[in-house]
């Protein structure tokens, strides 16, 4: 396997596609979304038996044609379409908001894409359309796999996700206490996973985002200063406007290396207000946003630009379950309405039968809230007392106190001599 290849059987750049083609075989290998027609590769004298291109550009029908008559399988892109129908790696900040800096909110990728999904039918497309939804989405999966296989690989933390309402205006208390609890996680080595809308989940990433700027939250609350001036989501340009100059100002310091694939969004990077510290090279995204799992059906939202890696979706039944798989280190729910509480519950039924493996804490940020207002504590709790694998009500915790959920949610995911270390210093 060559070193820059987290997945073996894949290739997913032109790089690897060179260092593959130095060895004369693609043989049974799978070559993922590749512009093959533009500078095209010489073909001709490789082993293609068995190989799979899947979303790749040809220079012709003929190129095309002449590697299934050698062996290979061919599936290409639809003509047309203004997203790849199988990306080879997830989207970054800069790729959502590509043509922005040029034609504001609607010229940007995101919104082109979000617009050319309402115009084929929304949640209910028509075959092709369909067909090729999926197999995009379809690419992410396995963009997502091979992210979360080299988080753990890397020896990587727990992987949390954090829960709440999309309408949780900017500057607001709840934003502010979901953006020092995704600081505080991904400054204990935690990978925060939010579903990529605004409010809190914009928060949250913007935590992560900020985890290693300073050592007391400082930038991190001048950057929630600062975004307040847009608040709303449903004001698009300057919305995202702000979220993009926050970006560039809080930024890499210039001439540190990004993570690959990791760009900045259009404009360049400026210094940071504070010097980052180095980080473990193949972990150190999580510490520059962590991971959002977005989806075009919601896409009259902005697109929260401050997760480094972001998985993003056209089906919302998919990747409302993605996140919850993933997420088995526990769950933060701040407050929120229908969406959050469907999601308490979606991942209350993972727990209850285990469907994904042992789950770790739910913690309900907002005593008031969450007992009062929507009390879902009371119907979790004697609905996990009667778990089939024995009493989880103990995962449960209701909280105001940000660095109580964090601590909880630390500690749960340490390893077990850690634990005990735990248990028994004075």
């Given at each position: ?66 590697l299934v008559r050698r062996g290979a399988y061919v599936l290409p892109p639809f003509q047309d379409m203004p997203y790849p129908i199988h990306p080879a ?267 994904d493996g042992a789950s770790g804490p739910f913690i309900f940020l907002g005593k008031r809230f969450w007992t009062e207002e929507l009390p879902v504590e ?40 850690a634990k005990e270390e735990q248990r028994t210093t004075p």
């Amino acid at each position: 396997m060559h070193a820059y290849d987290g997945s073996p059987d894949e290739v997913e750049s032109r790089e690897e596609l060179a260092a593959h083609l130095a060895e004369g075989s693609l043989a049974g290998l799978t070559v993922q979304g590749l512009r093959l027609d533009e500078d095209p590769p010489d073909l001709s004298g490789v082993d293609v038996t068995d190989t799979l291109f899947v979303g790749c550009h040809f220079p012709s029908r003929e190129a095309e044609a002449e590697l299934v008559r050698r062996g290979a399988y061919v599936l290409p892109p639809f003509q047309d379409m203004p997203y790849p129908i199988h990306p080879a790696r997830l989207y970054t900040p800069h790729d959502l908001a590509a043509g922005f800096a040029e034609h504001g909110f609607e010229g940007m990728y995101d919104t082109i894409v979000y617009r050319h999904f309402l115009a084929h039918g929304g949640a209910l497309p028509s075959i092709r359309e369909a067909l090729s939804q999926r197999m995009h989405d379809h690419g992410i999966d396995d963009g997502l796999q091979d992210t979360i296989a080299d988080w753990a690989g890397a020896d990587g933390g727990p992987v949390i996700g954090i829960m709440g309402g999309h309408a949780q205006p900017r500057g607001s208390a709840g934003y502010e206490l979901a953006a020092l609890i995704g600081y505080g996680l991904a400054r204990a080595g935690c990978l925060v996973v939010t579903g990529g809308g605004p409010g809190v989940m914009e928060a949250a990433n913007l935590g992560a985002f900020l985890a290693d700027a300073d050592d007391d939250a400082g930038a991190l609350k001048e950057a929630i200063a600062e975004l307040a001036g847009a608040p709303d989501f449903t004001d698009h340009d300057p919305y995202t406007a702000l979220a993009l100059s926050v970006r560039r100002r809080f930024a890499l310091p210039t001439g540190e290396e990004l993570p690959a694939g990791q760009d900045e969004p259009a404009g360049g990077a400026e210094p940071a207000m504070a010097p980052r510290r180095p980080g473990s090279g193949a972990t150190d995204w999580a510490r520059r946003g962590g991971l959002s799992v977005p989806t075009w059906l919601y896409g009259h939202e902005p697109a929260n630009l401050f997760a480094a890696r972001i998985a993003k979706y056209f089906s919302n039944a998919i990747r409302e379950d993605t996140i919850l798989r993933l997420a088995r280190g526990g769950i933060v729910f701040a407050p929120g309405r229908a969406g959050t509480v469907q999601e308490v519950f979606q991942a209350a039924t993972k727990t209850f039968y285990a469907t994904d493996g042992a789950s770790g804490p739910f913690i309900f940020l907002g005593k008031r809230f969450w007992t009062e207002e929507l009390p879902v504590e009371s119907l979790l709790r004697p609905l996990f007392s009667a778990a089939p694998d024995g009493d989880l009500s103990r995962l449960l915790c209701v909280t105001d106190d940000p660095a109580q959920a964090v601590e909880l949610l630390v500690a749960w995911g340490a390893p077990p001599h850690a634990k005990e270390e735990q248990r028994t210093t004075p």
